[in-house]
């Protein structure tokens, strides 16, 4: 037997008591991105490497479900869950459609006992779709980072979230370095001038330097943060971050990196900032125009963290005045980005949509932490500490390290929408 509690529509807490068999007949609904145009895709590759378990504790590789390599992150992918689930007697309603009201997964939602959704195409479960969903019990973000669940609505009708912590740290820190040098070195304007017939050497080298002996810094040096630092430091920059949480002293000297107490300390010391904090209350909107006019004139940010940790205006109005040299990142509000949003069309940025995470590398990681996370739930076993992110009315494990309480999809529902 097993517990959940649930507001019910009165708004009173109640407690149901479930027997293993119900849980054997579980209500699963994902929201995945669309299938690329050409499906399958043809691969560049047979396969990617085994890279053992490093960053993250789920092993693709002995999952016999899985071949490593594949796209499993779109709809036809189905994460690869669908004979496995249905195997053990559950049901899985895979989607798209994910916004605005009626939906499909709004609408799969209000019977589901487990929703997934990738932050690449986040479904946004708002406390008013958890309202309509009473049987939801636990939301799974299949990558990192579950801000497009209202993590205080989940706590409040004790919902666990979980991610998959770890699974594409390396994934986004490699995306960080080539963004950092693709804007530092003019790479994207250098390279449309050669793809339309041009040989303007100085309209190229007009905007590009070399990264050596720049100051750069990191805000939060967790998984992400720090594994930017350590890809940077043998091209002999000067290394900076400010986190909640210290470094231990020895990683600090290895890196010879210097922690700033304050963001404003580190803004106004650095010529590149990379951002690699979760978005929660307090880094909402963080890189506001304030903030950004304190850093040094001609910097560049690198965001591959959340859209909404930067304001969109400000930063489109400091690359038009000059107080940016760059802005890159693969991350926005809403996703997907409205064909109008601002950062679709700003000067001296290296935008992609939301993709760093979810390379076929990084997808047979997350995948297999899903199938742990199912696993453990179908099984009433703990899950992993590093996979929590709230559990028991509370958050847990990554979440209690890396958020504070609250709620960030204000907005995303009507945004989704529009
Ligand atoms: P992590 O939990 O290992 O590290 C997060 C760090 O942020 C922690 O050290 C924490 O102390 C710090 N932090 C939190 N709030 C802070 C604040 N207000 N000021 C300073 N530091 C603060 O997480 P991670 O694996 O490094 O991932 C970080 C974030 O990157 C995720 O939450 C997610 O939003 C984003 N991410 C993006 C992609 C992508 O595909 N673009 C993929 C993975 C993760």
């Given at each position: ?18 027997s ?18 050409v ?11 085994n890279v053992?378990?490093?960053t ?5 590789w ?9 796209l499993?992150g779109?709809?036809s ?15 899985l309603?895979?989607?798209s ?16 006992d487990?929703a ?8 946004y ?22 801000d497009?669940?209202?993590l ?6 004790k ?15 490699e995306?960080?370095?080539m963004m950092?040098?693709?804007l530092v ?13 041009g ?13 050596e ?6 805000v ?13 430091h ?7 971050y400010y986190?909640?949480h ?5 990683i600090?000297k290895?890196l ?28 909402e909107?963080?890189?506001?125009e ?11 940010i690198?965001?591959?963290?959340r ?6 205006n400000?930063?489109?109005a ?6 940016l ?6 991350v926005?509000?809403?996703?997907p980005?409205?064909?109008d949003?601002p950062?679709r ?6 935008m992609?949509?939301h ?18 996370i ?18 028991d009315?509370k ?11 609250g709620?960030?999809?204000?907005g995303?529902?009507?945004a989704?929408?529009?």
């Amino acid at each position: 037997m097993f517990r959940a509690n649930n507001i019910t529509s009165s708004g009173r807490r109640s407690v149901r008591y479930f027997s293993s068999a119900h849980r054997q007949q579980a209500k699963v609904v994902c929201a995945l991105y669309p299938d690329p145009a050409v499906y399958p895709p043809k691969y560049a590759r047979d396969s990617v490497p085994n890279v053992g378990l490093d960053t993250c504790p789920s092993d693709p590789w002995a999952r016999p479900e899985l071949t490593p390599g594949q796209l499993l992150g779109s709809v036809s992918g189905e994460l690869g869950l669908r004979s496995w689930l249905e195997a053990r007697g559950h049901t899985l309603v895979v989607t798209s459609d994910k916004d605005g009201p009626g939906c499909e997964f709004e609408r799969e939602l209000k019977d589901a006992d487990i929703a997934i959704s990738q932050p690449f195409w986040p479904a946004y479960i708002t406390k008013e779709r958890m309202e309509q969903s009473p049987n939801l019990k636990m939301c799974i973000t299949a990558g990192i980072g579950s801000d497009h669940v209202d993590l205080e609505a989940a706590n409040d009708r004790k919902i666990a979230v979980t991610e998959v912590t770890g699974s594409n740290v390396v994934s986004v820190a490699e995306h960080v370095v080539m963004m950092i040098l693709g804007l530092v070195r003019n790479y994207i304007p250098s390279n449309k001038i050669a793809t339309s017939g041009g040989w303007d050497i100085g309209e190229c080298a007009s905007r590009a330097y070399d990264l050596e002996g720049m100051n750069v810094g990191t805000v939060a040096a967790g998984r992400i943060g720090l594994r930017v630092m350590r890809r940077l430091h043998p091209f002999d920059v000067k290394l900076h971050y400010y986190d909640h949480h210290r470094l231990p002293e020895a990683i600090e000297k290895e890196l010879n990196v210097t922690y700033h107490p304050t963001v404003e300390s580190l803004v106004e010391t650095v010529d590149v900032v990379t951002i690699n904090c979760p978005l929660h209350p307090e880094t909402e909107n963080l890189f506001d125009e304030k903030l950004i006019g304190k850093m040094k004139k001609g910097a560049y940010i690198v965001n591959t963290a959340r859209g909404k940790i930067c304001d969109k205006n400000a930063i489109k109005a400091a690359l038009e005045s000059g107080q940016l040299a760059g802005y890159a990142g693969d991350v926005w509000f809403p996703q997907p980005a409205p064909a109008d949003h601002p950062w679709r069309n700003m000067p001296h940025a290296g935008m992609t949509p939301h993709y760093s995470g979810t390379t076929l590398s990084a997808q047979a990681r997350y995948v297999a932490g899903v199938f742990e996370i199912l696993e453990n739930y179908f099984e009433g076993k703990e899950q992993r500490h590093e996979y929590l992110i709230c559990q028991d009315g509370k958050l847990a494990g990554a979440g209690k390290h890396s958020y504070t309480s609250g709620n960030t999809t204000d907005g995303s529902y009507a945004a989704a929408s529009a």
